[in-house]
């Protein structure tokens, strides 16, 4: 299973998460390549690898060149991390084999068994679960073609690297970041591959792709892999973030939430000291195994109370 994310120095932890919890839940080898630029420190890379040994990984790097932005003014305004994803196919990360991208912030919650075989012979260069949420807003935004149709999240992706280079994709995707110039703000990177694919994009299964924001539908009864789109990340939360939350009309979910969440959490990605001490103990933690690790230091990451237990997800099974 070839598998790409992309970071810099403060999605260290949740990266942790999302790569430990996938790897615990999929059986097969891993061959994880981490996409950075200088935002990523050798300290930090050496930090990761160590982090992976107990793990059935094999972790690579891949530098990108901030430079491949150099003729898009519009997508140098964001950090370009953002971006390294949607060019990542234009590079030969994984010798031409089908991979998986799969962002920071997702946690595995359920055994998985990705199966590329549909995704491959439907021809498409990408795959990905709708997002119902953004659909109509999309079409009223873009005016998709008539017959298209869906839009998707780009959380997690399965990518046929040689139908994307077939199909002229990273072109198609320079020619969308010329041509617009106002994206939604905390969905850029998504909104271009959407802009691009149009509906021309293999539906996958939607509890691959499950929203936090549902964790209160039956959707995550099903689901396997939970993600913390937009703000709603249990480690970004700070007692101004609640407040913005509330602002934003989102604090329907504040109460269910706090139940299984410790809000109280520190905000682990912005503050440095508690960020190190965490990992300091996580580097303790290592001698230990991985059931360990997912048993004890997964639910503290996310700060679920043990007691109170997660829906019908019982973690003391994993
Ligand atoms: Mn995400």
Not at 251 to 262: D, L
């Amino acid at each position: 299973m070839n598998v790409l994310m992309s970071i810099t120095d403060t999605y260290v932890y949740p990266w942790y998460i999302s790569i430990s919890s996938f790897a615990l839940k999929h059986d097969e080898r891993i061959n994880l390549v981490v996409q950075h630029d200088k935002s990523l420190s050798v300290k930090n890379r050496d930090f990761m690898k160590d982090l992976m040994r107990p793990f059935q990984i094999d972790l690579n790097f891949l530098e990108m060149d901030s430079d491949i932005l150099a003729d898009l003014p519009f997508a140098k305004l964001w950090h370009p991390i953002v971006w390294y994803k949607i060019f990542a196919p234009d590079h030969d990360v994984f010798e031409g084999k089908p991979f998986l991208h799969l962002d920071s912030d997702m946690l595995t919650i359920a055994s998985i068994k990705l199966d590329f075989d549909n995704f491959l012979n439907s021809g498409k260069a990408l795959g990905a679960v709708v997002e119902p949420r953004l659909h109509r807003e999309f079409e009223t935004r873009f005016q998709p073609r008539e017959k298209s149709g869906w839009y998707f999240n780009a959380g997690l992706l399965f990518i046929n690297q040689q139908k994307w280079l077939e199909n002229g994709i990273g072109l198609r995707i320079r020619e969308v970041l010329s041509k617009y110039t106002e994206l939604r703000l905390d969905s850029l990177d998504q909104d271009v591959l959407n802009l691009v694919f149009m509906g021309d994009q293999f539906r996958l299964n939607k509890f691959l792709n499950s929203h936090n924001e549902l964790l209160f539908s039956k959707n995550l009864k099903n689901g396997k892999i939970l993600h913390f789109i937009w703000k709603l990340k249990p480690w970004l939360f700070s007692k101004e973030d609640k407040r913005i939350l509330c602002l934003l009309g989102v604090s329907k979910y504040g109460p269910a939430f706090h139940k299984y969440f410790n809000m109280e959490t520190a905000c682990l990605a912005k503050q440095d000291k508690v960020l190190s001490d965490e990992l300091e103990s996580i580097r303790l933690e290592l001698q230990l195994s991985p059931k360990y690790l997912w048993e004890n230091l997964t639910r503290e990451f996310f700060g679920i109370k043990r007691r109170l237990g997660f829906f019908n997800i019982d973690f003391r099974k994993y």
